[in-house]
């Protein structure tokens, strides 16, 4: 078997309701739902995830939502109301690659900040930018966030929203960086982008040679 590249592998206990929304917007597959338990997985070569796509859906129950094959990486999310039937799927596809779930790359964070008070032309272009999440209001504080490998940020958009009072204007989970971009008062978008920065830690905890970037 040519050689697989395990670049995102994150388990979703429960998509919270605004990130459940925003990905069902450009959902191909099966439409998550709140509190679905989901999976996300990106693998290099891009054409490789058509094999592991195959063999969840074959031996589990599970859903598909997405599958977006770039020329460098192929990415899928699955999800299922039972917890369990995800976690299956998971384990099916660590035994197709032969690996584990520590070998997955890291989450490098490669940009984090909170932008305060923004401008009505800042939030215009903004909006005119993002069409599938909630409107960016001027005078909010809105939280940015980029990764790599993309697929991390869907984990880390699910717990600052879990964790803070913030609005999802957009969530981009594919290509080489992920990118996150939440609204709230000043005070909620720090506490989101602490969330989100807890959310890499806990990756990286269970990846091998981990450093995270994190500023």
């Not at 800042?122 to 005078?139: D, V, Y």
């Not at 720090?190 to 905890?205: C, F, P, S």
């Amino acid at each position: 078997m040519q050689h697989i590249t395990l670049r995102t592998f994150v388990f979703i206990d429960a998509l919270q309701p605004q990130l459940a929304s925003h990905l069902a917007t450009s959902s191909q597959g099966f439409l998550p739902v709140p509190g679905d338990a989901c999976l996300w997985v990106e693998v290099a070569p891009g054409m490789a995830v058509h094999q592991l796509s195959d063999i969840a859906l074959k031996q589990t129950s599970v859903h598909m939502g997405e599958q977006v094959v770039e020329r460098a990486f192929g990415s899928m999310e699955i999800h299922y109301r039972n917890q369990s039937e995800v976690q299956a799927a998971g384990d099916v596809i660590l035994k197709q690659l032969q690996t584990a779930e520590d070998a997955r790359l890291p989450c490098q964070v490669t940009w984090s900040e909170v932008i305060r008070a923004v401008t009505p032309d800042h939030a215009t272009l903004i909006n005119r930018q993002l069409r599938k999440g909630s409107m960016l209001l001027p005078g909010k504080s809105m939280f940015i966030l980029e990764v790599e490998p993309a697929g991390y940020v869907v984990y880390a958009a699910n717990e600052a929203e879990k964790a803070a009072n913030v609005t999802l204007v957009d969530v981009k989970p594919f290509g080489s960086f992920g990118r996150l971009t939440m609204m709230g008062t000043e005070a909620e978008a720090a506490e989101a982008q602490q969330a989100a920065h807890r959310a890499v830690r806990q990756i990286n905890a269970r990846c091998s040679g981990a450093s995270g970037g994190l500023p």
